[in-house]
């Protein structure tokens, strides 16, 4: 047997490096402490609590929801709002920073400098924040300690606000000795039919310097953001915001990290390797900055720190991100789907653009505001990529089997079902007693063809499961759908035994994971040993520059099919993008492309629960066919969500642990089918079976 071969792609900080009460915090792989801040400022941390965020340092901020520009011309793209809160102390030296994953703060601690640029005995911490339950605020909080003395010393302060926006002409509001606001409305609406975004932003007077008194001091200086999409009047409430903040001020750190603290009460833990468990709550980390259940204004590729790909929802959302956010984090993943459902008119608009017209619901490319197609004009993709409708089907769908919510599938989910089949119904070519559907582009971007094999599965599964949702429901659906997805062209080739890519395909480059998706997360019927020819095949056709998330949907394939070598060289390229000292992914591993790429770390993340997990979700409960790595020992998944049920599943060499951490009113009782096919009930004392295919479903009566 060949020797198996682990690479660590990680950077790892000398913990001697690191300030000793920073040091349980890097350890436990909940914090990221560089000694010297990245050059390049794409690579800095941003904060962020899923309505607003920031890359720290920068002169841009935005809110989510906030898009200026007009349709695919311009095209919509996020507003950019100055800074106003990336405060630096000019007399003074770092000496370290640290990214706190599980409390959402970023440090900066420096020492005082003289005028000729030697130490002086004041220490400095200065503290960033999105709140995470005050979710209009943000917070700077600068602590300076003058250290045995009695010296007089001062800071100086600057602010990198930048240049004013080109988005929003803002201009001044009511003015206080302790903050001023500003308000201005974004320049262009993105449809004719819609309206601009105003927006207010109210932000402390920050002073250009600071006489210290002796001791230590914290001083506090706040933004509060409002918006018309969220307020009648934003100036006043973004003031009545301001001054509430301010009137707990000393209480704001505490609060956000107990709401930071219930957020990561749902997470994936792994033991003895501390550079992976970085990388894991780092990945989550961004994408949780990035949402927040109470505001369905879904994800981009880019984070909500970011304006890369223009802020825009792609199939990224559905396809790489919102599947870990859907096992763990329930109420963001039905944000997300609330984010497609209050566009449905947008999607119809789509489907009617088209010559001649097509029915239903076609969701866009790209969507950003209202839900229309803001792909930029120049792009083939805002016109010919149609896979995202039945990759927002398939989404719904496995929300349903996860939490089996009648009353959701029938106001949000069988709404959506029922547009995306009316669409694929409309949508199909009949020719020779099969449904076509031709000229497309399918996930691999550098091609164009017909009868795209991902495009025709996910849309045969669209019109299943919408059939299925309308029996469940007691309500009938179009009597064509059953006959369309059987017919639908599904191509192989049974002299290579692989699934082309589309009819035409002989074994071109390809962008990124595609054929491989149909193992999963589709889960489509094949045996393994098509599975690995599909996997083998496209792995040797994958452009080496592509985007980060394709080799996570390998590392899921070679642990399916028990090939632990192929999976660990796989697995590590999959998170290769991940960029030092604060684990910014970046879509393209030299570092290039969009940044923050959180499709990349939901596609590494799925490597974590679907790969090494071996987990699957479907009409009949949830499999775990677990494979312990060679650099870990153990994996926990911390209040995992199924049915109701809050479940803690464990495993290690010797076996998989269930137990139950709590239920909602009304959950279904769990029962967990052994490898041995015993099965045994779900209860909170815990429950070890061995390594092997385990079934977590519904108990029986």
Request: charge should be negative; hydrophobic fraction near 40%; proline fraction near 6%.
């Amino acid at each position: 047997m060949s020797k198996l071969i682990v690479i660590s792609l990680f950077i790892q900080v000398s913990l001697a490096t690191v300030p000793p009460d920073w040091q349980p915090r890097v350890q436990g792989g909940n914090m990221l402490y560089a000694d010297k801040e990245p050059s390049d400022g794409r690579l800095m941390a941003s904060v962020g609590n899923g309505y607003v965020a920031t890359v720290v340092g920068s002169d841009t901020q935005y809110i989510s929801g906030v898009f200026n520009g007009f349709s695919s011309k311009t095209p919509s793209h996020r507003a950019r709002i100055p800074g106003t809160l990336s405060i630096s102390v000019a007399n003074s030296t770092p000496l370290g920073s640290a990214l706190d994953l599980e409390r959402g703060v970023f440090y900066r601690r420096s020492v005082l400098l003289d005028a000729q640029n030697q130490p002086l005995p004041v220490n400095i911490e200065q503290r960033w924040y999105a709140h995470r339950a005050l979710r209009h605020v943000t917070v700077h909080e600068l602590t300076a300690t003058v250290v045995g003395s009695s010296g007089q010393f001062s800071l100086s302060l600057s602010v990198n606000t930048g240049s004013a926006s080109s988005d929003i002409a803002f201009k001044q509001g009511p003015q206080t000795s302790a903050y001023t606001a500003f308000v201005g409305a974004t320049d262009q609406a993105e449809t004719n039919d819609s309206t601009t975004t105003t927006v207010a932003v109210v932000t402390s007077n920050i002073p250009a310097s600071i006489a210290l008194p002796n001791g230590t001091t914290t001083y506090y200086f706040l933004t509060t953001f409002r918006t018309s999409l969220d307020s009648q009047d934003p100036v006043s409430d973004a003031v009545a915001d301001y001054e509430n903040a301010a009137a707990q001020q000393t209480q704001l750190l505490d609060a956000h990290i107990a709401a930071w603290l219930q957020v990561w009460s749902a997470r994936m833990e792994v033991t003895g390797d501390l550079a992976l468990a970085q990388a894991i709550n780092s990945s989550l980390y961004y994408i949780l900055s990035s949402v927040r259940p109470d505001w369905p204004y879904s994800l981009s590729p880019g984070g909500l720190a970011s304006n890369g790909y223009n802020g825009h929802s792609f199939w990224d959302c559905e396809t790489w991100m919102y599947p870990t956010l859907m096992v763990f984090f329930p109420d963001v993943a039905a944000s997300l789907l609330d984010y497609r459902f209050n566009r449905i008119p947008g999607a119809e608009q789509k489907a009617k653009s088209y010559n001649p017209p097509y029915a239903g619901a076609m969701f866009p490319w790209e969507s950003a505001f209202t839900g229309e197609e803001v792909c930029p004009s120049w792009a083939a993709t805002g016109t010919y990529e149609q896979h995202i409708s039945g990759d927002i089907a398939f989404a719904t769908q496995n929300y349903w089997y996860v939490t089996r919510n009648v009353t959701w599938l029938r106001d949000v989910g069988f709404p959506l079902l029922e547009g995306i089949a009316t669409f694929w119904a409309s949508r199909v070519q009949y020719l020779n007693g099969n449904y076509s559907i031709n000229n497309v582009i399918p996930p691999d971007e550098y091609a164009q063809g017909d009868n795209s094999v991902f495009t025709n599965v996910v849309a045969q599964y669209s019109l299943q499961f919408a059939t299925e949702a309308g029996k469940i429901l007691g309500v009938e659906t179009n009597s064509s759908w059953p006959e369309i997805a059987s017919g639908l062209v599904i191509l192989f080739d049974p002299t290579l035994q692989i699934h082309p890519e589309y009819a035409g395909y002989h074994g071109q480059t390809i962008k990124q994971a595609d054929v491989v998706l149909l193992g999963f997360p589709l889960d489509y019927p094949m045996t393994q040993a098509v599975r690995k020819n599909d996997v083998v095949y496209y792995a040797n056709r994958t452009d080496p520059a592509g985007p980060a998330m394709t080799w996570s949907m390998h590392t899921v394939a070679w642990l399916e099919l028990g090939d632990l070598q192929n999976a660990v060289q796989v697995f590590n390229r999959s998170f290769a993008n991940i960029q030092a000292p604060f684990n910014v992914w970046t879509e393209v591993a030299d570092g290039s492309g969009t940044v923050n790429f959180l499709t990349g770390a939901g596609g590494f993340l799925q490597a974590i629960w679907a790969g090494w997990g071996g987990v699957r979700i479907n009409a009949d409960g949830i499999t775990f066919n677990p494979t312990v790595g060679p650099n870990f020992s153990a994996i926990k998944y911390s209040n995992l969500h199924y049915l109701g049920n809050f479940v803690d599943i464990s495993f290690d060499s010797t076996g998989i642990t269930f137990q139950a951490q709590g239920a909602i009113d009304g959950a279904t009782a769990l029962a967990v089918t052994a490898p041995d096919g015993r099965v045994h009930p779900l209860s909170t004392t815990p429950l070890t079976v061995p390594l092997g295919r385990t079934l977590l479903a519904a108990a029986s009566a």
